[in-house]
């Protein structure tokens, strides 16, 4: 039978399923605010990072600098982000989640400010990290919010709007912003980026508070009781706290082969879905003469790409559930190993390789401008399908503490690689031209697909032997009778019920 709804933190301590202060109770309306907001405010904080992108012609005139200078407080917005996988957890365990939106993204929006000011390149690179920085936490915090307040029966289907979320704000930052650019100077990027901030955040300043231990500890406070709580999963003093953000995960990444793998598959994916918003503006506008606004618009490819995939990854999971479903042969429930949730991505793969080839070999003068633009689109499309099917597998890998340092390595390591490629990207474009460029791209894009079908056939046997794993092997459940409709839950064989998905305060899987 499907497990009662609940909400926990991952440390034994449960809130009853008929509190109801239990956000999975709160009224239909009040959760799709709270997630509206976390949605938002991840929304923006991607905004304002590429819609910077559309300016870099007019910094590189203002401040006399090369291209690939202009390009630095890109990457160094990705790099300030990289760090909030790590401390963002600890921040959430002991203020809550509410507090963290409230003052990361008023933060976020100062340095833009600042950003907008700049009168050297130095002053813009400095208050770009700082905006990645103090925003990050936003883009870290959105899946413990969609968890506190949905079932876990909803996993791939909130993953794959949280993921949306972040590939909508990056595709609208340049669509909105060309036309910003075109009519004024690359500051009003920013200003754009501002006004988006503003009204998020008013639309943001009742967002409640869904951590379940916050909401104890609160409870607890205002009784006048001791809450009870066991210790933070994601540790109390310094060197606990640097152990499962710090250590553990750099332990990780050289010794846990299901960990090796994702990191360096979402690094890639990572890595080259940034470069676009510095190559495509360049090769429309060289190939085609497209205007910076023209170029803009070709982002919307991106953004019917992210949809695509959002509803995609969501079928695909319901079709895989429905055809378990009717292969029992009794009504006793079947378990499935998570590594079903990799099926997408062999579908994004496909996608990703075969739109490297297409876009290299047919962005030409004399191939149409749109052959170039779809296959942005279905770039985009693969790119989102494999990212949600690695994030949504990484985070049931483990059991909570090993769970937060794997998706914590993997969140920081693809932020990295992302703020490198495209300060790349466009010496690669100059010297090998684009073909060339984009064909090295497919290559890696194919050789990774092995990636996935290593870890769909032999994932369920690494995680059972890895020492992360206590031994406990995560699977999800397919229940009911043959004429009801099948649901997933997730089993960790632990003595909780982690049906709430937190990971001790933030999950770092959609920085």
């Not at 103090?134 to 791939?156: H, M, N, Q």
Request: net charge positive; aromatic share 12%; proline share 6%.
């Amino acid at each position: 039978m499907s497990k009662p709804v609940t909400a926990t933190s991952g440390l034994g301590h449960q809130m009853s399923p008929t509190d109801p202060d239990n956000p999975m109770n709160w009224p239909f309306l009040r959760r799709v605010y709270a997630s509206m907001v976390a949605t938002v405010f991840a929304f923006t904080v991607a905004f304002g990072l590429t819609s910077y992108t559309i300016g870099i012609p007019g910094v590189i005139t203002d401040f006399n600098v090369s291209m690939t200078l202009a390009i630095v407080p890109f990457s160094l917005y990705l790099v300030g982000i990289a760090f909030a996988p790590i401390y963002t957890p600890h921040l959430s365990e002991r203020f809550g989640r509410s507090p963290i939106y409230l003052v990361s993204l008023p933060l976020c929006a100062l340095f833009i400010l600042g950003a907008s000011r700049s009168q050297s390149i130095t002053a813009l690179s400095v208050c770009r990290f700082f905006a990645g920085f103090s925003g990050g936490p936003c883009l870290v915090l959105i899946e413990g919010t969609y968890a506190d307040v949905w079932s876990s029966k909803y996993t791939v289907a909130y993953y794959s709007v949280l993921t949306l979320a972040s590939y909508l704000g990056a595709a609208c930052g340049p669509v909105v912003c060309g036309y910003v650019f075109a009519s004024t100077s690359w500051r009003w990027t920013q200003y754009a980026s501002l006004m988006v901030a503003l009204a998020s955040f008013l639309l943001g300043i009742g967002m409640p508070e869904t951590y379940p231990r916050e909401i104890v500890r609160t409870r607890a406070r205002r009784a006048g009781r001791p809450h009870n709580l066991a210790a933070a999963q994601s540790g109390v003093t310094i060197p606990q706290m640097a152990q499962i953000t710090i250590l553990t995960p750099m332990v990780m990444f050289v010794s846990e082969p299901i960990v090796i793998m994702s990191t360096l598959y979402v690094s890639f994916l990572f890595g080259t879905i940034f470069q676009w918003f510095i190559s495509v503006p360049a090769v429309l506008g060289l190939v085609y003469g497209f205007t910076v606004q023209q170029a803009s618009l070709a982002f919307t490819s991106a953004i019917a790409g992210s949809l695509f995939a959002a509803t995609t990854a969501s079928l695909i999971e319901k079709l895989v559930i429905h055809f378990a479903a009717r292969k029992r042969l009794s009504r006793t429930p079947e378990m499935l190993d998570i590594e079903y949730r990799l099926i997408p991505a062999m579908l994004g793969g496909v996608l990703m390789t075969a739109s490297f080839f297409w876009i290299g070999w047919t962005a030409a003068p004399s191939v149409h401008y749109l052959s170039p633009i779809l296959g942005t689109w279905i770039y985009v499309w693969g790119n989102m399908l494999t990212l949600i099917s690695y994030i949504s597998y990484l985070f049931d890998a483990y059991p909570p503490a090993g769970t937060l340092s794997a998706l914590t390595v993997a969140a920081s390591m693809r932020l990295l690689v992302a703020a490198a490629i495209p300060l790349c990207i466009i010496p690669m474009i100059t010297n090998l031209g684009g073909g060339k460029t984009f064909s090295v791209f497919g290559a890696l894009s194919a050789a990774l697909i092995a990636i996935t079908l290593i870890l769909f056939s032999w994932g369920a046997k690494l995680r059972a032997s890895s020492r992360y794993s206590n031994g406990h092997l995560n699977m999800v459940m397919v229940t009911g009778a043959v004429d009801e409709e099948a649901k997933v839950v997730r089993s960790t064989g632990a003595a909780e019920d982690l049906e709430g998905r937190d990971v001790s305060g933030g999950d770092p899987s959609h920085a």
